[in-house]
Nanobody, 130 residues
Framework: QGQLVQSGGGLVQPGGSLRLSCAAS????????IGWFRQAPGKEREGILC???????????TYVDSVKGRFTISRANAKNTLYLEMSSLKAEDTGVYYC????????????????????WGQGTQVTVSS
């Protein structure tokens, strides 16, 4: 079935940067679309970004306007790891972040299709505060 293990996260000041890692075992990350989700305090979990498989030309899909230009996804293929790169962090970015592997190679068109993601990381807390 495979597994995703997340690392990174923690406390960061507003305006700072952070990188979250999502390492896969039991399957190859490049062959699946991978999404990043966020659950802010008191809110439902939402999809924020997704990257299609390496074989797809779809590339990066952004579901939340507030992260455009600040968040992106990068790969370390040799490590079978994918990263969420976050910059210019704001207090409203606070939450638990999850990576998830889609059943297929393409990202969903909207960020609320969690049922299309079959493998989930354990989640990691990001707190943006001074």
């Amino acid at each position: 079935q495979g597994q995703l293990v997340q690392s990174g996260g923690g406390l960061v000041q507003p305006g700072g940067s952070l990188r979250l890692s999502c390492a896969a075992s039991g399957f190859t990350l490049n062959y699946r679309a991978i999404g990043w989700f966020r659950q802010a305090p008191g809110k439902e979990r939402e999809g924020i970004l997704c990257i299609s498989s390496s074989d797809s030309s779809d590339g990066l899909t952004t579901y939340v306007d507030s992260v455009k230009g600040r968040f992106t996804i990068s790969r370390a293929n040799a490590k079978n790891t994918l990263y969420l790169e976050m910059s210019s962090l704001k207090a409203e970015d606070t939450g638990v972040y999850y990576c998830a592997a889609n059943f297929g190679v393409h990202c969903p068109t909207t960020g609320n299709r969690e049922n299309e993601f079959g493998i989930w990381g354990q989640g990691t807390q990001v707190t943006v505060s001074s």
